[in-house]
């Protein structure tokens, strides 16, 4: 009988334990919960990289209270990268989309960190009219026709409406920006490198268009196959041209630190010759990787589309801020950018006002006045942000330093 009674009164403790965080949440979250879903690599050199983009992420979340609209938001993080090469696969990354798409709380998917998964992700979402924001991907043809292949943007949009925004600029600035500072620098004869991905070669394209409208000779264009451990017979053609600059359109996972550190080797240094690459490059495993001896001897400079982040005002400041004192590091190169990304998102929610694709969807392409960490800005009907902030930075003391604003 005592037993019974202990029993009965744990059993109502219990009730009472598991029925008053429901009771809370119903208070908190009257219409629910939706999801958000994530997707990029997770693995080898984007570790660092994708940590900060989920950090980013989570962070916007936390400040909003989890809640937004009346809805509890839920953040699902995958890895979009194989297993096998620890860079992102296409089979992957549409696996991850179906999943989200086939997630019926699953109202925003925030993706991808390379431009070549968007191109697998964008038209798995657009037929289910739901709302991908990138926080990283830059490729012009995912969105715009000045830099795209035929066919694009349309191709990714099966049901004729844009469902992709990204807050960040895309390649056809960055890369016109790089060579003009390529030029202000001095350089006169650009050899240009990609590692033949869309990314990589989108913004090494746009950078010779650009150096040859401006005036810059560019002596050779070759993309590399970034799995070779041995980059020197290109490197010695290099050599022979008598270039004065290497550009490199690529991303850490693609053969960059090879290139750096061989070009060393060869005796491609300052002051003869520079390196100077896109955003993609601009993250701590490309100094580690290459060696801070060779970053350094090689003159690295990178382009970044954003102002340096100590820099930051209003929202971006504070966000930076907030996260060196949550996390205790300094925020990754697009930890922010994934913050601004969740932001935007749950901003869709809010004037949709309600659980729907659709109404989510088309409530972002509305957006104007956005106060995002560079400061205001829009979205076009493409999804594209009107915002053109360029930055400079070097290799100093085996650290990426900022050197410029590059107004061109």
Not at 40 to 48: D, E, L, T, V
Not at 153 to 158: G, L, S
Not at 366 to 383: P, Q, S, T, Y
Request: proline letters at 5%; charged letters at 25%.
């Amino acid at each position: 009988m005592k037993f019974w009674k202990i029993t009965a009164a744990g059993a109502a403790l219990l009730g009472l334990l598991v029925w008053a965080p429901a009771t809370e949440a119903q208070k908190q979250c009257p219409k629910g919960k939706i999801k958000f879903y994530t997707s990029w690599p997770m693995q080898g050199a984007m570790i660092p990289e994708g940590t900060g983009m989920k950090n980013g992420v989570n962070m916007a979340v936390e400040e909003a209270g989890g809640v937004v609209a009346g809805f509890c938001v839920e953040v699902v993080n995958l890895d979009d990268a194989s297993p096998q090469t620890g860079k992102w696969d296409g089979a992957v990354e549409a696996e991850n989309a179906n999943k989200a798409v086939a997630d019926p709380d699953t109202m925003v998917y925030i993706g991808t960190y390379n431009s070549g998964a968007a191109k697998v992700s964008i038209p798995i979402n657009n037929r289910a009219r739901m709302l991908q924001i990138t926080p990283a991907n830059t490729y012009p043809g995912l969105t715009k026709k000045s830099g795209a292949a035929p066919g694009e943007p349309e191709i990714y949009r099966p049901t004729g409406a844009p469902n992709y925004v990204r807050p960040i600029p895309a390649d056809d600035i960055q890369g016109a920006v790089g060579a003009r500072w390529a030029k202000k620098l001095g350089h006169k004869k650009v050899f240009i490198l990609d590692d033949q991905e869309l990314y990589g070669k989108g913004i090494a394209d746009v950078f010779e268009a650009e150096a040859k409208k401006i005036g810059l000779q560019v002596v050779g264009h070759e993309g590399i196959d970034f799995k070779q451990p041995d980059q020197k017979p290109v490197l010695t053609k290099i050599r022979a041209t008598g270039a004065d600059l290497v550009y490199m359109g690529g991303v850490v996972e693609t053969g960059a630190q090879v290139v750096i550190r061989q070009m060393k080797d060869l005796g491609l240094v300052m002051p003869k010759v520079r390196f100077i690459g896109p955003d993609g490059l601009m993250e701590d495993t490309l100094i580690s990787g290459a060696t801070c001896e060779a970053v350094q001897a090689v003159g690295t400079h990178i382009t970044f589309a954003s102002l340096p982040f100590e820099q930051l005002t209003g929202v971006g400041g504070k966000a930076y801020r907030t996260y060196k004192e949550k996390y205790k590091i300094e925020p990754t190169a697009y930890a922010l950018y994934a913050y601004d990304a969740a932001r935007v998102a749950m901003e869709a929610v809010k004037r949709a006002g309600k659980k729907d694709r659709e109404a989510i969807r088309a409530a972002a392409f509305g957006l104007r006045g956005f106060e995002g960490i560079n400061g205001k800005f829009n979205l076009d009907e493409n999804g594209d942000t009107d915002s053109k902030v360029m930055s400079g930075y070097a290799v100093e003391n085996c650290k990426f330093k900022f050197l410029e604003v590059l107004n061109f």
